[in-house]
């Protein structure tokens, strides 16, 4: 039995994060980003933000990804926590009538 693959569409094979944060520290390794925080500070809501970049030469993914967001506070069990702002640049469609989301064990889903 033998087969040929025709016509397939290039896919991103490496994609490189690079992500900033303003309180706390962030390491990133395979396909996961690992944010400590601490002690959440009193006088700003802590903030990550980061950019992925694709291969050169693919302008867009052929397949919507969906990115997943854990959290865990040891010792406190959290309900109804919400994301107060979610901004996606340089993307061709926007979110429709903005961003909503809440979270329910410590777990968001955000659909792009």
Not at 61 to 80: D, E, S, W
Request: charged share 20%.
């Amino acid at each position: 039995m033998s087969y040929r693959v025709q016509k397939l569409k290039k896919t991103p094979i490496y994609v490189k994060p690079q992500l900033t944060s303003d309180s706390g520290n962030c390491r990133v390794s395979v396909m996961t980003c690992l944010w400590t925080i601490g002690q959440i500070p009193k006088d700003k809501a802590p903030a990550l933000s980061g950019n992925l970049r694709l291969e050169e030469g693919l302008a867009q993914l052929h397949a919507l990804p969906t990115f997943q967001v854990k959290f865990r506070i040891m010792g406190v069990a959290l309900f109804g926590l919400q994301i107060d702002k979610l901004d996606v640049k340089n993307t061709s469609n926007a979110p429709y009538k903005g961003f909503r989301a809440q979270a329910q064990a410590g777990n968001y889903e955000v659909r792009s």
